[in-house]
Structures are given as structure tokens and as C-alpha cells.
């Protein structure tokens, strides 16, 4: 059974870096694209940044030159690391595989704020 687990998220303030890590069964981040979503409160859930399985990375205009996705194999986690957060990126962040069809992780909170 596929699991996946986010941490990493919590309070930060304008302007501060977070990096969201999510640990993955078997190797299942090295054979799939890896994806980071995140929901807003009252909004859709959001693609802000994928990670093919040759590791080349895409994102969404919203944090791209803010934001980077990445994995360690050997580790069986993929990282998403925020930086210059605004309140704007307030949100629950999930850790995903194979797209909205995949497997997710179960959330974690996101908030930025003074």
C-alpha cells in the first residue's frame, strides 16, 4: 500500500522560508511524477509544482522563483522548499503522486502571517 507522508509545515511570517518534506513507500518518487498541491480556505485545490521522474521540475506562476521541488531517491522523499512566503501562500499543502488520480498524503497547514 502506497503511503505518503507530509511534514514540515507551520506559522511563519512574511517574507520567511519553509521546506515541506514527504516520505514515500518503496521507491515511488524515483518511477512517478511527484507533485506538491495546496488549498487555499474557500478556493480550489492548486498544481503549484511537479517533479518528473528524470527530475526536471515545473511550476506553477504563482511560486515559481519561490519555490523548489525536489527528491532524494535514497531517501524516498520529495522536498518542497518556500521561500519569501506571503499571506497569499496560506494553505493545507499535499504531497501527491500521479496527479489527482494518484496517491496523496494526508495535508499539512501552511500559514503565513505576522
Known amino acids: 500500500q502506497v503511503q505518503l507522508v507530509e511534514s514540515g509545515g507551520g506559522l511563519v511570517q512574511p517574507g520567511g522560508s519553509l521546506r515541506l518534506s514527504c516520505v514515500g513507500s518503496?521507491?515511488?518518487?524515483?518511477?512517478?511524477?511527484g507533485c506538491w498541491y495546496r488549498q487555499a480556505p474557500g478556493k480550489q485545490r492548486e498544481l503549484i509544482a511537479t517533479?518528473?521522474?528524470?527530475?526536471?521540475?515545473d511550476y506553477a506562476a504563482s511560486v515559481k522563483g519561490r519555490f523548489t521541488i525536489s527528491r532524494d531517491n535514497a531517501k524516498n522523499t520529495m522536498y518542497l522548499q518556500m521561500n519569501n512566503l506571503s499571506p497569499d501562500d496560506t494553505a493545507v499543502y499535499y504531497c501527491?503522486?500521479?496527479?489527482?488520480?494518484?496517491?496523496w498524503g494526508q495535508g499539512t497547514q501552511v500559514t503565513v502571517s505576522s
Open positions: 501527491n503522486v500521479g496527479y489527482e488520480r494518484g496517491y
Open positions: 518503496g521507491s515511488i518518487f524515483s518511477s512517478n511524477v
Open positions: 517533479i518528473s521522474r528524470n527530475g526536471s521540475p
